[in-house]
């Protein structure tokens, strides 16, 4: 390799370290619990990521037009210092010109001079921190024209000079400071809630907390030991404060453990020491838990779980303390307990990883952030689109020409809800993303990933996040709720006169059975079903999804990953190694798939799939196009069920009346003349329709639910034969229905006759 080259793979590989840590960077910075978090526990973060012996932010203080930061001194001690925004400093000159400066020397008057005549370095403070100033490089923090503060880093190391990669990252830095730091000022909130009770009670002044959080973010310990030790409040009155704010009481860890022994054991300690929670006692079939958070109910309810408790109790306990408990009867490993220690290792470049932001329902309620309007907003959104039965929510920014919408897809339709102003869209988007672990500072192109949300009722819904940019700058957000963890009873799913021919045919040794239709139509929910009607002991099913949406006790399920390799294909090819009795792949999406699913089939596998395709008689064609052996594919198929949802009509609200000669005709062209009369519904004055109305239900919509439509072909020997000469879609449509096969337009007929649905619904959802 040439020296070339070798530099190129070293600039390449910088640069990828830089990118992974920067990206976690940002996420904990819009997750620090106030601006002074940000100024003063994520240095140490900033000096590895930048490479730098030093780095200082300042924040504006308006009212005094000056700015304003905490610098470590000998001791481990904090000063604040405040600097005049003016040109006779470094820092004042960046916050009045709003201007990048590189120095490299600020003891050289004459390169001070060269940038403005009054420019001047102040040594004071190299005297004060013991450490020699020779490079700065600082850029202001800049949000909307506002002037949020100013960024400095202090002596790259190595002896190296800041060059213009520094330069541009340090001002893609401060973007992201300045878009934090106006979320912080817009929620006005400097004392998190946990801590306002302290402040009520007349225990802590709120200079003094606002310090005391300092010193604990500076120092790396909880702020309840720092208000112990250095503010002398005693523990008693402490405990029962911040229980208060949780209405429950405190508990004392450190003076009583109870029977916390028998439930801390090697197999429960990283459940316990994740969420900082300990189980007391159980008694009389409740458990009485110490936590941390009393308000993290999604700990809490893990924990439950786990334990199989069935009623628990739940009373506050400092962080310490229950670290304590725990590691006094599963001691940690002795890595851990030098990082416990505050012993900290520079990280090496390869195997450096920051720390991850956890995810919304893991954060304490201390936690600052939460508490802004940007995160209050995001979980009600979540939250209404869980009680309205929605099945996404979409987030459609205009820019600065209008405000954002948001979107709500309940029953397969859409509509407006709210407006959220053009000004906040940009911070509701990088909560989300950092709920989704998403890359905040990457808008130039598409992310996707998942959320975990624990709702106020305590239920856990699962979210899959896509982020697309779109034009003029913008970024839309779609989020997907992911239907009920558990498949519906087949019994449910479909009418009976649909069950009586689909049962014989899923339960046939070997063969393959396909479900089709387009995006949104519910397949995976009826293959769910499917499985969990034939999942017994005797039979071993495997499972390939994108993503795992449904899981079932029994099924062994697999989440492919096409980007690493592990496609349809590669999944079916690994288990075939592995005895299946049952297959099930969640979609024939190339050719290789389907040459797989039909070879499968035919060495004494069943498999499911899925298909986009428009009805079942097209699904046959379909695949012979592909490319599939039409004797291999005749042997292997068992059947084709296509399918849509119609949404079906408020029962609260739905208003009777009665059809016109006209109208009944209409449905009785559509249904077929020759296939109607077995339906024996005559028309007459008394025959009784329903349509929709709107009540609050509904929304006013008129619909309330959805059902499903179901066209269940049979592979009978004359399809078969079909097959093999390749005979068009209508022909085998035909034999498919003199086999007993009810179209999709039939089955919705049905259920106008039923009372569920109305002509509207069934005409647009059957393309007519």
Not at 703 to 716: D, P, S, T, V
Request: proline letters at 5%.
């Amino acid at each position: 390799m040439t020296a070339s080259a070798t530099t190129s793979a070293e600039q390449t590989a910088s640069q990828r370290v830089y990118d992974e840590r920067f990206k976690k960077l940002v996420n904990e910075i819009h997750s620090a619990s106030s601006p002074n978090a940000i100024m003063v526990g994520l240095r140490n973060k900033i000096l590895n990521i930048y490479n730098v012996e030093m780095a200082t932010i300042f924040l504006i203080d308006a009212k005094h037009n000056k700015l304003v930061s905490w610098v470590l001194l000998p001791g481990d001690s904090l000063s604040k210092i405040r600097m005049d925004i003016n040109r006779s400093s470094i820092t004042g000159f960046v916050a009045e010109t709003r201007q990048t400066l590189n120095i490299m020397n600020v003891y050289d008057t004459d390169e001070l001079h060269g940038i403005d005549p009054s420019l001047a370095f102040d040594s004071s403070w190299d005297q004060k921190t013991g450490h020699k100033t020779r490079q700065v490089l600082a850029t202001p923090v800049v949000h909307n024209a506002n002037l949020m503060g100013v960024i400095e880093l202090i002596n790259k190391r190595n002896s190296a000079d800041f060059n213009p990669t520094d330069e541009s990252r340090l001002k893609e830095l401060a973007d992201t400071l300045a878009i934090a730091l106006f979320n912080h000022y817009k929620s006005g909130k400097k004392i998190p809630m946990r801590y306002e009770e302290l402040v009520n009670r007349e225990i802590i002044s709120p200079q003094e907390m606002e310090r005391a959080m300092v010193i604990a973010t500076q120092q790396e310990k909880e702020v309840e030991t720092v208000l112990m030790e250095n503010y002398m409040i005693p523990k008693a009155d402490l405990g029962d404060a911040l229980a208060f704010v949780y209405k429950t009481g405190f508990v004392d860890l450190a003076a009583e453990r109870f029977s916390a022994d028998s439930f801390v054991t090697p197999n429960t300690v990283e459940l316990l020491r994740k969420h900082l929670i300990v189980p007391l006692e159980k008694k009389r079939g409740e458990m009485v838990l110490a936590a941390k958070n009393p308000a993290n109910q999604s700990g809490i309810m893990e924990v439950k779980n786990f334990f199989k408790a069935p009623r628990i109790s739940v009373m506050l306990a400092f962080g310490d303390d229950i670290r304590e408990l725990i590691n006094s009867i599963v001691p940690p490993p002795a890595e851990d307990i030098t990082a416990m220690n505050g012993a900290e290792e520079v990280p090496d470049e390869e195997n450096y990883i920051p720390e991850i932001y956890q995810k919304i329902e893991d954060q304490p309620a201390d936690v600052e952030v939460d508490n802004t309007p940007a995160v209050q907003l995001v979980n009600k959104m979540i939250e209404d689109a869980v009680k309205a039965g929605a099945s996404d929510i979409h987030i459609e920014p205009y820019g600065t020409r209008q405000d954002a919408e948001v979107r709500f897809r309940v029953d397969g339709s859409c509509s407006n809800i709210l407006n959220i102003p053009r000004a906040n869209v940009k911070s509701i988007i990088a909560r989300i993303k950092v709920l989704a672990d998403l890359d905040i500072s990457e808008r130039r192109k598409p992310q996707d990933g998942k959320i975990k949300f624990t709702t106020m009722s305590a239920d856990i819904v699962e979210l899959r996040v896509a982020t697309l940019p779109t034009a003029d700058g913008n970024e839309d957000v779609v989020l997907r709720i992911l239907a009920d963890s558990k498949p519906i009873p087949l019994y449910k799913l479909a009418p009976e006169r649909i069950l009586n021919r689909l049962i014989p045919c899923i339960t046939k040794p070997y063969g393959m059975f396909l479900v089709v239709g387009p995006t949104g139509s519910g397949k995976t929910t009826t293959l769910h079903s499917v499985l969990n009607y034939i999942n017994t002991p005797e039979k071993k099913i495997w499972t390939a999804e994108d993503p795992v949406e449904i899981t079932q006790y029994r099924l062994r399920q697999v989440q492919v990953k096409p980007h690493i390799g592990y496609t349809f294909a590669a999944a079916m090819r690994a288990f075939l190694r592995a005895d299946p009795d049952i297959i099930m792949i969640g979609e024939m999406r190339d050719q290789e798939t389907a040459k797989m699913a039909i070879e499968a089939s035919l060495t004494g596998h069943v498999v499911f799939s899925t298909l986009h395709t428009n009805s079942a008689a097209e699904t046959i064609v379909r695949l012979i196009e592909m490319g599939m052996d039409p004797f291999n594919f005749s042997d292997s198929l068992l059947g084709v069920l296509a399918q849509r949802l119609v949404r079906t009509l408020c029962e609260e609200c739905k208003e009777p009346y009665n059809p016109t000669q006209k109208e009944y005709d209409n449905l009785v062209h559509h249904y077929g003349v020759m296939f109607f009369e077995h339906l024996n519904i005559p028309y007459s004055k008394d025959l009784t329709l329903f349509r929709a109305r709107g009540c609050e239900n509904c929304n006013d919509s008129g619909y309330k639910g959805r059902q499903g439509l179901f066209e269940l072909l049979m592979a009978n020997k004359k399809i078969k034969s079909l097959i093999i000469e390749k005979a068009p879609a209508e022909d085998i449509k035909i034999e498919a229905i003199d086999d007993g096969m009810t179209v999709l337009l039939q089955e919705g007929i049905h259920l106008i006759f039923a009372g569920k649905t109305d002509v509207k619904q069934v005409m647009s959802t059957c393309m007519i």
